[in-house]
């Protein structure tokens, strides 16, 4: 079963150190998609590497890194 956002979000400042760093990483992972979504959309629609990266506050070398070549470049280190 899938948690809604918000709970995941209240799970962040468990007590518990392995029930917070599981939403963290939940969070990171959703937080990643919906980036990748918004770029893409961004660049469907005429948007500059550099608009987008003004907006996401970073590089543009760093965001075309991350999705210049149309294929994803997860963030999060293997496991």
Do not use: N
């Not at 918000?6 to 799970?11: K, L, R, S």
């Not at 760093?21 to 629609?45: F, G, K």
């Amino acid at each position: 079963m899938m948690s809604r956002p918000a709970d995941v979000v209240a799970q962040t400042a468990s007590k518990d150190p392995a029930v917070g760093l599981h939403a963290t990483a939940s969070l990171r992972t959703l937080l990643e998609a919906v980036e990748e979504l918004q770029v893409r959309r961004a660049r469907e629609l005429g948007w500059s590497w550099q608009q987008i990266a003004e907006v996401l506050g970073v590089s543009k070398q760093a965001v075309h890194q991350l999705y210049g070549k149309g294929e994803r470049h997860p963030r999060r280190r293997p496991q």
